[in-house]
DNA sequence: CATTCGGGTATTGTCGACAATCGCCATGGT
DNA sequence: ACCATGGCGATTGTCGACAATACCCGAATG
């Protein structure tokens, strides 16, 4: 029998379900940082029982959302500045070898789409300055091609498996946005360029550089310690409308 | 109430022990590579319940050293040199970074101590050149103390939590050995040498020199097909005598 | 003889219940 | 008034059993 297209019906189990559900949630903050995540009211929240909750929660755990101590239960991972920074250190090494492997790999059709996208994303620049969101998401697919085309899979997993999801949660809650996208999207004109050149070397120092400038960028805004302000507002799952902090933060 | 040091005896769940050990015989070769884990059997062998098997074997995915597919079970990964190598294009990068942040916050009591280290390289292999075993978990012990001095957790984290275990793995059932550990030792050195002098850029080149020298002498036992022989031996979990190959293969 | 269909078996997914442990609060002592 | 201690409630860890699904093998048919 041929493999059909449909015969790759995604076969989701509860457990699988309920994760990405948690997931999201946590994600958009409707799970506090630091909130307890007890067994028995999320699994009658979710209308299931306790087993393949604890197997979405060990998961959750996997994906560094969440910390769980032995008799104590789980909670939603506290994400400070700091290990947002480390978090950007990391990036800045992977993303930069994954430029330059990119350089190396990258086809032409995935060269000439990367093209496409930043003219999109000028276009976005240039016409919504204020709704940076579909902006974000658009930096994020940047990257993500990028590292695609390094037909490394290992690299793939870091960084859109474990880093991403941690990394996005941050930038949701703190709703934190690009300031200045004309820069960034500078920074991205010229990356491709170097790959399209097949210049991995240069890739990769723009690709650091870049990375770097972002995370200087978060590093500048200490002193309003936006974060904890963040937690505070989300706390009671009231809708936080922080004044959005200076930065030049797009990576 | 002050925190007594045997206040932190390690409250340890089943599925942690089980966890571990679990984790130990697949790094051995107890359980092949592809081998499917089925939950009665090890349920049944290690005394507990399917329970906190299940959660064992949801933490072992999250190792990356078990995959699940939803309604087939668990099986044990199979590590093709071509992830190997995938690996340690991370490793270059990352270890990388660490080499370069470690050259900025390492203190001098470690550089100190990682001399020290270097000196009891020297003597082993002088002393033995046969039993590479230690020589190798030594070279490991080098490449942490350089990763931890970073202060940076993530980094830990990826590259001693999640990378680790399959490299140690495919290292163990290949009985890969370094074949010039007097090499690797002056490349040591050299990059202690570098984090000495506070010369971050410098430890991040030979670093990652290092590793990737490395990497070429995995990806030039190709031919030899040692993996896959290293597999069929222990198969029948009979101990795998191969002639160990030829290779630098130290990092 | 190859292929396909069907049933049987084994394994996984899910559930509810019991036991062990922790945190909290009241009570008593110093 | 403060601290230690005991009990109580709640939550986590663990277990056995049931239901759902997939794999395997034999039989029937072209």
Not at 77 to 97: D, F, P, Q, S, W
Not at 171 to 183: E, F
Request: net charge neutral; aromatic share 6%.
């Amino acid at each position: 029998m041929v493999a059909t297209a449909e015969s790759v019906v995604e076969q989701t189990t509860i457990a699988d379900r309920v994760c990405v559900e948690i997931q999201t949630a946590i994600i958009k903050g409707e799970f506090p940082q630091g909130s307890k995540l007890n067994e028995p009211m999320l699994a009658t929240r979710y209308g299931i029982s306790r087993g393949p909750l604890r197997e979405a929660l060990r998961r959750l755990e996997g994906l560094g959302l969440v910390r769980h101590v032995p008799h104590a239960g789980a909670r939603v991972v506290t994400l400070t500045r700091e290990e947002l920074l480390e978090i950007y250190y990391v990036r800045e090494a992977l993303e930069g070898m994954a430029a330059r492997l990119a350089a190396e790999m990258m086809s032409q059709a995935e060269i000439t789409e990367l093209y496409a996208l930043l003219e999109v994303h000028a276009e976005q620049v240039k016409a919504v300055a204020g709704r940076a969101y579909f902006q974000q998401e658009g930096n994020w697919d940047f990257h993500y091609r990028i590292v695609k085309a390094t037909r490394n899979p290992q690299l793939v997993q870091i960084l859109h498996g474990d880093l991403y999801h941690r990394v996005r949660m941050y930038r949701y809650q703190s709703s934190q946005q690009s300031a200045r996208p004309d820069k960034a999207l500078h920074e991205h004109r010229r990356i491709v360029d170097a790959i399209a050149e097949r210049d991995g070397e240069l890739a990769e120092l723009l690709m650091r550089r870049h990375i770097r400038s972002a995370r200087r960028a978060i590093g500048e805004q200490l002193s309003a310690e936006p974060l904890s302000a963040a937690i505070a507002g989300i706390q009671e799952l009231s809708p936080h409308t922080r004044s959005q902090t200076t930065s030049e933060v797009i990576a």
